[in-house]
C-alpha cells in the first residue's frame, strides 16, 4: 500500500451525482437460470492486514500499554532525527542509482507512552538505558530515580488514547523489575479511571536484590472507563528499573493469551475471510531494507520482541506476530497469505536493493517462514513451531512474492522465488505483483496468480465493471489484493460503498479469472488515520464499519456459486466532459525531448511557464526551449503548474533520444499527476498508439488505440492535442490518430448468480442515483419460482451519508421477507441502494448437455 497525495475531488462526480431527475421508467431486465457463467470462488473474499493506523498496536492486537518494553524511541540503525522528522538511511534506488529526498514522522519529547507523576515535594526522574537488559533483542528499560517523596510517585501510561477498562473484567499484569537495594518502598499497581479514581489495585513484590524479576499479578476493575491508564506507584527514595509492563484483558478472542482484542477481532471475523494477507502492505519492505518486517522477530516472548518502525510513523511492536497471525487464521477458519521481501526495500520510499548475492538469503527466510507453518516438527522450523505450542501445521495456502515491487529486478528476483518455492512446495498459490499498471507482457516465467490494486475515485469503479473482461486468459488467475474508493468520499460515504459494490459484481462476474479479493486498509484507530479511508474504524469503547464494511459483508453472505446471465444494458441519462485539469509530457523506458510549445486557449494564444511543475518524476531539465528527459524510467511525469484547462489547442515537437517506446501526453490531470489522462504514442514496445485513463497512478484503461503507431529514434514529430470538454483528439504529423469523446457514468447495476447449496436465485442491485430505481424482473429457464423470499438492502439518504461513531449503524443492511416474487415481477429499489434480492428458484436444466 502507497500513498502520495490525496484528491479530494472526483473526475465527472459532481455533475452525475448531483442529477436529481434520474428517469423512473421501469427498466426490464430477463434474467436465464439456463445461461451459467463462472463459478464464483469460494476463496473470493478475504482480508489484508498491515500496521497501518495502529490497526494492530492499539486495536486488534489486544495489548493495552503502549510503548511496553521502552523501544518505541529506538530509531532505525543508519536513520537520524531532524526535529520531527525521521531521515532514512541514503540508499540508492535501485531503478534510478539516485538517492531519493524522503523523511517520516517522528515522536519528539519525553518518552513515548509514559509520563511521570509526582507530588508537589516529591522528586523524581526516569531515562532509557540499555544497562544489564533482560533480553538483548529488546534491549531498552527505564530506570526510575526518586530523590524523594512526600507522597506517591507515579509512572503512568495512559495506553492507545486510553485503556479500554470494563466493570468486573479481569486484566492480567506482567511487569520485569529490576529494584536497587537501596529502595525501601512498595510497588503499587493501579487501573486508574479518567478522572483519576482507583478501579483497580495491587502490590507487586518487591525484591531489592538488583536482579530482573517477572511477575504477574490479576486486576479486576470495579467500574468501567474508556479512558482509564496503568500506574506503578512508589513510595520511597531509590533506585528502579522497568524492562517490559503489559496489560492484557483476560477475554482476548478465544481466550489466546498475547491475544486479539475480541470486538475488533470479531468484526473481523464477521466478514468470514476466507483468507488473512499478512503482515502488509508497505512494512513488508521497509523504507530501507534494514528497516523492513521480519517475521523471525515476532516469535517467542513478547517481552523479547524488539519491534520496528513501521514506516507510518510509529513503532510495531511485533505483538501480533506471525505465530499470532497463523492462530488467528485457524480460529477463523482462514487460509493465510503470508507476503515475503524480495530484497527489495518500499519503491515508493527509497527503493533499495539487496545486493544480488544476498538475494538467496531472502529466498531462504521465505522458505523458512513457509516450513514454520507446514513443516514436519522433525524439521527445523517446524520443530520450532511445535515449541511455541502448535504442532500441528497452520492453515498456509498463499505465498505473495513481494509487494507493490515493479521493474526487470523485481521480475528477476520473482522467477528465482517461485522457482525455490515451488520446487519445495508445489501445493502453494504463488503471487506475483501487477504492479503499477498492466502495460504489456511480463517480463516473468510464470505465476500463478497476479495482484493488481485500485485507490480509485467512485468514478473509476462505476465505470470499470468490466474491466476484467479484457483480462487475458489462460496465464493466470487474479487476486485484486488492495482496493477501495478512497478519494472525494470523506472518511468512507455510500457513493465510496456503492461503487465498491458495483466493482465486486464485475469481480464475481469474472469469476474464471478473479479469485481473490481484499479490501484495504482494514483497520483504523480513529486517533491515527494516516489513510484516507479504512474498512473498520475503532477506539478504546467502540468498534464501527463503514458503509463499504456491510457492502463487503453483504457480498460475502451472499456468494453464489456461480453466475446466471442476465441481458442489463449499463447506461447513464446524463451527458459527461473532461473536468478542466493540467497537462504535462511524460515516457516510458525511453529518454524524450519537447520543444517548440504553442498553446492556444478559448481561441488566444497563451503562455506557460514550462520551467514550473506540480508533479516532477523523472530526470527532467527545460534549457533554451528544450523540455529533456534523460532517465529510462517508467511512468515519468512532468505535470505543469501554470496551465489548467478543458478547451485549447496544444502543439509541439518530441523526438525519442533512447529507449524502446515514444512519448506521453497528459491532459485533464490532478496536480499529483495520479488522475486524469494520457494519449501514449508509441506505446507497448513501439507498436500502437492509445489513450488510457490514469485512475491512482495507474493506466487503468485503453479509451481508445490505434495500431501500427511506431516512434524512429532522433526523428522530430509534430503533435497536436486538441481538447473541449466534450471531446479530445490527438494528430501525429498533421494525420488525426485518435479521438475520444468522455461518456457518462453508469449508475445502476444488476449482478445475477445462483447459489446451489441454497437453491436460490441471487441478484445484487446497485442503485447509486438519487431516484427510486423500478425494474421489471422475468426469470426464464426456472422449473419453478417461489413467492416467498428475502430482500436485503443497505441503503441511505443521500450519497454522501457516512456511519459514525454516535450514529454506527446509520448505514446498516435491513432483512426482510417478500412475498411477490416470480417468474415475472417489479420490484422498485431505493435511492442511493446496494440490495440483495434472494428468491427460491429451480433451475431447469433438461436439455442442456454442455454446462460450463
Not at 368 to 396: K, M, N, Q, S
Request: negative net charge; contains cysteine; glycine residues 10%.
Amino acid at each position: 500500500m502507497y500513498i502520495r497525495e490525496w484528491l479530494f475531488g472526483v473526475l465527472f462526480f459532481p455533475s452525475v451525482m448531483g442529477c436529481q431527475n434520474m428517469s423512473q421508467i421501469t427498466e426490464e431486465v430477463v434474467v436465464n437460470l439456463r445461461q451459467k457463467g463462472a463459478d464464483i470462488s469460494s476463496s473470493m473474499y478475504g482480508v489484508f492486514f498491515e500496521e497501518i493506523n495502529h490497526a494492530g498496536d492499539g486495536g486488534l492486537y489486544a495489548e493495552l500499554v503502549q510503548n511496553r518494553s521502552f523501544e518505541e524511541d529506538e530509531i532505525p540503525e543508519g536513520y537520524r532525527i531532524e526535529g520531527t522528522k525521521l531521515i532514512p538511511l541514503a540508499k540508492p534506488y535501485h531503478l534510478t542509482g539516485e538517492i531519493r529526498e524522503r523523511s517520516f514522522e517522528w515522536y519528539g519529547g519525553k518518552i513515548r507512552g509514559w509520563n511521570l507523576k509526582t507530588g508537589d515535594l516529591s522528586e523524581a526522574s526516569m531515562r532509557l538505558t540499555k544497562e544489564r537488559p533482560m533480553y538483548p533483542t529488546a534491549p531498552n528499560n527505564l530506570e526510575l530515580f526518586i530523590q524523594k517523596t512526600t507522597g506517591a510517585v507515579q509512572l503512568v501510561n495512559e495506553g492507545y488514547w486510553g485503556m479500554g477498562i470494563r466493570q468486573n473484567e479481569r486484566y492480567h499484569l506482567r511487569t520485569i523489575v529490576r529494584v536497587d537495594p537501596g529502595y525501601k518502598g512498595t510497588l503499587t499497581a493501579k487501573l486508574l479511571s479518567e478522572k483519576g479514581d482507583i478501579l483497580a489495585r495491587a502490590l507487586l513484590p518487591c525484591i531489592p536484590d538488583g536482579e530482573w524479576h517477572d511477575m504477574t499479578l490479576v486486576l479486576t476493575s470495579v467500574a468501567t472507563d474508556c479512558k482509564s491508564s496503568l500506574a506503578i506507584e512508589f513510595d520511597a527514595p531509590g533506585k528502579v528499573w522497568l524492562d517490559y509492563v503489559s496489560l492484557f484483558p483476560e477475554n482476548t478472542f478465544k481466550k489466546r493469551q498475547n491475544g486479539l482484542r475480541k470486538d475488533v477481532a470479531e468484526m473481523v471475523a464477521g466478514l468470514q475471510p476466507a483468507f488473512f494477507r499478512w503482515p502488509g502492505g508497505c512494512v513488508v519492505e521497509g523504507i530501507t531494507l534494514n528497516n523492513r518486517f521480519e517475521w523471525k522477530k515476532t516469535l517467542g516472548d513478547p517481552a523479547a520482541r524488539p519491534g520496528e518502525y513501521s514506516t507510518w510513523g510509529y513503532r510495531c511492536s511485533y505483538g501480533f506476530g506471525y505465530y499470532e497471525m497463523l492462530q488467528f487464521c485457524e480460529d477463523i477458519g482462514a487460509k493465510a497469505m503470508y507476503v515475503c521481501n524480495v530484497g527489495l526495500s518500499c519503491q515508493f520510499r527509497m527503493g533499495e536493493a539487496s545486493e544480488k548475492s544476498d538475494i538467496s538469503y531472502y529466498i531462504d527466510d521465505c522458505l523458512d517462514a513457509i516450513e514454520y507453518a507446514l513443516g514436519d516438527t522433525l524439521t527445523e522450523w517446524g520443530a520450532r513451531r511445535a515449541a511455541d505450542g502448535h504442532p500441528a501445521p497452520f492453515p498456509l495456502q498463499y505465498i505473495e512474492i513481494g509487494n507493490e515491487n515493479w521493474g526487470d529486478e523485481y521480475d528477476r528476483r520473482f522467477d528465482m522465488f517461485y522457482q525455490a518455492i515451488k520446487q519445495k512446495y508445489p501445493q502453494l498459490t504463488l503471487i506475483y505483483n501487477e504492479m503499477p499498471e498492466r502495460n504489456g507482457p511480463m517480463g516473468i516465467t510464470k505465476t500463478d496468480m497476479v495482484d493488481p490494486h485500485y485507490y480509485v475515485a467512485p468514478e473509476f469503479f462505476f465505470r470499470n465493471t468490466d474491466l476484467f473482461d479484457h483480462y487475458e486468459r489462460g496465464k493466470h488467475t487474479v487476486y485484486v489484493g488492495e482496493y477501495s474508493c478512497n478519494r472525494g468520499v470523506g472518511g468512507g460515504n455510500m457513493w465510496a460503498a456503492l461503487s465498491e459494490a458495483a466493482f465486486i459484481g464485475g469481480m464475481e462476474r469474472n469469476g474464471d479469472l478473479v479469485k481473490m479479493a481484499s479490501y484495504a486498509p482494514l483497520l483504523e484507530n480513529r486517533n491515527n488515520r494516516k489513510w484516507p479511508t479504512n474498512l473498520i474504524w475503532f477506539d478504546s469503547e467502540q468498534v464501527v464499519g463503514r458503509g463499504s464494511y456491510y457492502v463487503q459483508k453483504m457480498a460475502v453472505e451472499n456468494r453464489p456459486t456461480y453466475n446466471v446471465a442476465n441481458d442489463k444494458v449499463l447506461r447513464a441519462t446524463d451527458t459527461a466532459s473532461y473536468v478542466s485539469g493540467h497537462i504535462g509530457f511524460g515516457s516510458w523506458a525511453t529518454a524524450v525531448e519537447f520543444k517548440d510549445f504553442k498553446w492556444v486557449s478559448k481561441g488566444h494564444r497563451v503562455d506557460v511557464p514550462l520551467g514550473e511543475t506540480t508533479r516532477n518524476y523523472g530526470s527532467w531539465s527545460y534549457t533554451d526551449g528544450v523540455l529533456s528527459q534523460t532517465s529510462l524510467e517508467t511512468g515519468t511525469q512532468y505535470i505543469l503548474k501554470g496551465f489548467k484547462d478543458n478547451d485549447y489547442t496544444l502543439e509541439c515537437k518530441a523526438r525519442r533520444v533512447s529507449g524502446k517506446e515514444g512519448f506521453l501526453i497528459y491532459f485533464g490531470m490532478t496536480a499529483n499527476g495520479q488522475d486524469g489522462y494520457m494519449y501514449n504514442i508509441g506505446g507497448w514496445d513501439n507498436q500502437k498508439a492509445v489513450l488510457q485513463q490514469v485512475a491512482n497512478s495507474n493506466r487503468a484503461k485503453v479509451l481508445a488505440e490505434c495500431q501500427d503507431v511506431r516512434v524512429e529514434t532522433g526523428r522530430w514529430y509534430d503533435l497536436k492535442l486538441v481538447v473541449s470538454p466534450r471531446k479530445s483528439e490527438l494528430y501525429v504529423d498533421g494525420n488525426l490518430v485518435l479521438s475520444h469523446v468522455p461518456e457518462p457514468v453508469p449508475l445502476q447495476f444488476v449482478d445475477s448468480g445462483y447459489d446451489e447449496h441454497a437453491g436460490e436465485l441471487v441478484l445484487k442491485v446497485v442503485n447509486a442515483t438519487d431516484s427510486v430505481y423500478p425494474v421489471s424482473f422475468r426469470i426464464d429457464g426456472a422449473r419453478r419460482v417461489a413467492p416467498e423470499g428475502k430482500v436485503i438492502t443497505l441503503a441511505a439518504g443521500s450519497g454522501a451519508e457516512e456511519n459514525s461513531f454516535e450514529n454506527p449503524r446509520k448505514i446498516y443492511p435491513v432483512t426482510s421477507g417478500y412475498g411477490d416474487f416470480g417468474r415475472d415481477f417489479t420490484y422498485t429499489f431505493r435511492p442511493f441502494s446496494y440490495t440483495v434480492l434472494r428468491i427460491k428458484a429451480e433451475r431447469d436444466v433438461s436439455g442442456l448437455n454442455n454446462e460450463q
